[in-house]
């Protein structure tokens, strides 16, 4: 494909409110990562899914987070009961998992505001 | 605990100025250290490694292990280098990767 897919690219939603976002690695990327991008923050880790093991999901900031992958590829990061604190750009990275050639592609983002 | 810092929120130098970007990282083992950069409406994208001891649009960095260090530097820096830019390490014993605040670079004209 044309590269990590990431949708929407935008999403204003309301506190309390639940919120789903979609990420589409390169095809044949067995490693997939969740990041949260804020201003000052930096980069925070999220979680983390490589083929078939369990996900590390010691990034996520509260049990309002999850993520899924399905079928080794496409992955969903789900808020629950959005707070403001919650808004960020959440990046999505896939990589081939191979760590001789590891190089993490990104997505474009999804800019969440939450009012 | 593995933590990677950049003290520099925003750099700002002139053009053709030499430009050097602070990393620092703290991690028992054997790291790999990486530099990832974020042009204006473009993904972040790696910029270089350092098992690959490349340098990449002029920039290098070394990693010094004695003072846990990956500093990027430019002799002489370009206005199309202004971005955001990420210091990153993974550990030998696991896959994620860890980013630091990032570091704004101005290159101006």
């Known amino acids: 494909g044309a590269g990590v897919s990431q949708s929407p690219s935008n999403k204003v939603t309301e506190k309390g409110k639940d919120v789903e976002l979609r990420c589409d690695p390169i095809?044949?990327?067995?490693?997939l990562y969740w990041y949260r991008q804020s201003l000052g923050q930096g980069l925070e880790f999220l979680i983390y899914?490589?083929?078939?093991?369990?996900?590390?999901k010691s990034g996520l900031p509260s049990d309002r987070f999850s993520a899924e992958r399905t079928g080794g590829s496409v992955s969903t990061l789900t808020i629950q009961r959005t707070q403001q604190e919650d808004s960020a750009v959440y990046l999505c990275?896939?990589?081939?998992?191979?760590?001789?050639?590891?190089?993490?592609?990104f997505g474009s983002g999804t800019q969440l505001s939450v009012l | 605990a593995q933590r990677v810092t950049q003290p520099e929120k925003l750099l700002s130098v002139f053009k053709g100025a030499p430009v050097e970007l602070k990393c620092n990282y703290s991690?028992?083992?054997?790291?790999?250290l990486f530099w990832y950069v974020q042009y204006s409406r473009q993904r972040l994208q790696l910029l270089l490694r350092?098992?690959s001891r490349e340098s990449i649009k002029g920039f290098t960095a070394d990693l010094n292990k004695g003072e846990t260090s990956f500093h990027l530097k430019k002799p002489f820096a370009q206005e199309e280098d202004s971005a955001m830019y990420y210091c990153?390490?993974?550990?030998?014993?696991?896959?994620?990767?860890?980013f630091g605040s990032g570091t704004k670079l101005n290159v101006k004209p």
């Open positions: 990275a896939s990589s081939f998992g191979d760590r001789l050639n590891e190089k993490l592609f």
């Open positions: 095809s044949g990327h067995t490693a």
């Open positions: 899914f490589q083929g078939n093991s369990a996900p590390d």
């Open positions: 991690y028992s083992g054997s790291p790999e």
């Open positions: 350092h098992i």
């Open positions: 990153a390490l993974r550990g030998s014993f696991f896959n994620k990767f860890y």
